[in-house]
C-alpha cells in the first residue's frame, strides 16, 4: 500500500501532463477554427488538417513510430481494444440513456442557478456545409482527445495502482479545469461535467476499452452543440418565470433515465463480466 502511495506525486504530474496534451490538441482545432472562419469560411480546410493532425496522434498514441521501447506501453495505456457487439451494444445504450439524463439535468442547472450561457461560437453567418462539418469535427476531437487521455492513459495507469472507482474519480476530477477554462468555473457545472466524466469513466473501465465511449462523447458532444447550448443563454430561472410544464418534464428526464442508464450499466457489467470469463476459459 505504501508504494501506491508513493506513485501520487508522479501519477499526479501525469494527469496534469495528460491534461495540457488534452488542452493542446484542442488549442490546434481552435487555432486552426479561427484562422478558416476568418480567412476562407466558405472552404473548411480546417477540418481536413484537423483530421490528418487527430490521424497521425492516434497513430503514435496507439504505438507507433519512435522510440521503439515505448510502443508496447503507449498501445496497452491508450486502451483502444476491440469490444465484442454485445459489450458495445450494451455500452451505447447505458451511454445513451446516460446522456439524455444528463441534457434534462443541464437544462434544470440554468432554470435554477444563474450561470453564463456555453461560450459556443455563432455560426449563423457561415455556410451550412461549413457549419455542419465543423461541429463534426470539433465533437470528434474533443471525444478523441479525452478519451485516449483521460480514460485511456491516465485512468489505465491509475486502475494498476488504484481501485476502479479511486481512478475513475480522479480522472474524472483531473479534467475539471479543462472543463472551467472552456465552460467557466462555476460549480454546479463542473458538478454536471464530473458526473458526466465518470459515466465515460465507468464505460472504458467496463468494457476495457476507449472506443464505445468515443462513440458516445461524440454523439454526446455534437447533440449538446447542435440542441443544447445554443439555448443556455435564453432560458429564465425559474424564480423569475415560474415552473412551467418543462421544467417538470426536464426533472422527470433527469431521474428516469439516470435510473435506466444505471439499470443498462448494471447489464453492461454483467454481460462484461461474462466475455471476460469466456476468454479465460479459452486462454485455459
Not at 454536471?192 to 473501465?205: E, L, N, R, S
Request: hydrophobic share 55%; net charge positive; aromatic share 16%.
Amino acid at each position: 500500500m505504501q508504494s501506491h502511495f508513493r506513485r501520487i506525486p508522479f501519477l499526479a504530474v501525469s494527469g496534469f501532463v495528460v491534461l495540457f496534451i488534452t488542452l493542446f490538441v484542442q488549442g490546434v482545432w481552435a487555432g486552426l477554427l479561427v484562422t478558416n472562419l476568418k480567412t476562407s469560411p466558405k472552404f473548411p480546410w480546417s477540418v481536413a488538417v484537423m483530421a490528418i493532425f487527430l490521424c497521425m496522434a492516434w497513430w503514435y498514441a496507439s504505438g507507433k513510430g519512435w522510440p521503439g521501447r515505448t510502443s508496447e506501453i503507449r498501445g496497452r495505456y491508450l486502451r483502444a481494444n476491440s469490444v465484442s457487439a454485445e459489450t458495445f451494444a450494451w455500452a451505447l445504450l447505458a451511454g445513451g440513456l446516460s446522456i439524455v439524463a444528463l441534457a434534462g439535468a443541464w437544462i434544470l442547472l440554468f432554470k435554477v442557478v444563474k450561470m453564463p450561457g456555453n461560450r459556443a461560437p455563432d455560426f449563423s453567418a457561415y455556410p451550412i456545409t461549413t457549419t455542419a462539418l465543423v461541429l463534426i469535427m470539433a465533437s470528434i476531437v474533443g471525444g478523441v482527445a479525452e478519451e485516449a487521455g483521460f480514460r485511456g492513459y491516465f485512468q489505465s495507469s491509475l486502475e494498476r495502482d488504484f481501485s476502479a472507482s479511486f481512478a475513475i474519480m480522479i480522472s474524472a476530477l483531473f479534467m475539471s479545469p479543462g472543463h472551467g477554462l472552456s465552460q467557466g468555473f462555476a460549480w454546479p457545472m463542473l458538478l454536471w461535467y464530473f458526473f458526466a466524466d465518470v459515466m465515460f469513466g465507468v464505460t472504458a473501465y467496463l468494457t476495457n476499452s476507449i472506443l464505445p465511449g468515443i462513440v458516445l462523447h461524440i454523439i454526446g458532444l455534437f447533440s449538446f452543440f447542435t440542441l443544447i447550448w445554443p439555448d443556455d443563454r435564453s432560458r429564465v430561472l425559474v424564480v423569475n418565470a415560474g415552473a412551467d410544464i418543462w421544467f417538470w418534464i426536464h426533472i422527470g428526464q433527469a431521474i428516469i433515465f439516470s435510473v435506466l442508464a444505471i439499470l443498462a450499466f448494471g447489464h453492461l457489467a454483467r454481460v462484461a463480466d461474462a466475455k471476460g470469463a469466456d476468454l479465460i476459459r479459452i486462454a485455459a
